[in-house]
């Protein structure tokens, strides 16, 4: 019974992984502006970065951004150049 509760306990203790989401970014982008998928990027770097989300941004022009997040424990937020061997889990034509 001790044992059972302290692998209880040691669960409780153990942090969940929290699963980030990919969000993309492409100029242009002429979708619902929600970052979900390359049809409805976000045409820039939205205002709020989300901790633990990975932001793919397309080859386009793009204006300044400041990067004025807070920091929030070691949870990364992560900006990668779309390449065409790495762009997420959605294709431009999906």
Do not use: C
């Not at 040691?10 to 979900?36: E, I, M, N, T, W």
């Not at 709020?48 to 022009?61: F, M, N």
């Not at 779309?82 to 034509?93: L, P, R």
């Amino acid at each position: 019974m001790i044992k059972k509760m302290l692998l209880f306990a040691l669960l409780l203790l153990v942090p969940l992984q929290v699963f980030g989401v990919d969000k993309y970014v492409r100029q242009g982008a002429s979708g619902s502006g929600s970052g979900a998928d390359w049809i409805n990027a976000y045409s820039s770097l939205p205002a709020a970065l989300v901790r633990g989300d990975t932001y793919y941004v397309a080859d386009g022009s793009y204006g300044g951004y400041s990067f004025d997040d807070t920091v929030s424990g070691s949870t990364a937020i992560t900006i990668k150049k779309a390449t065409i061997a790495n762009h997420g889990k959605w294709t431009v034509f999906e």
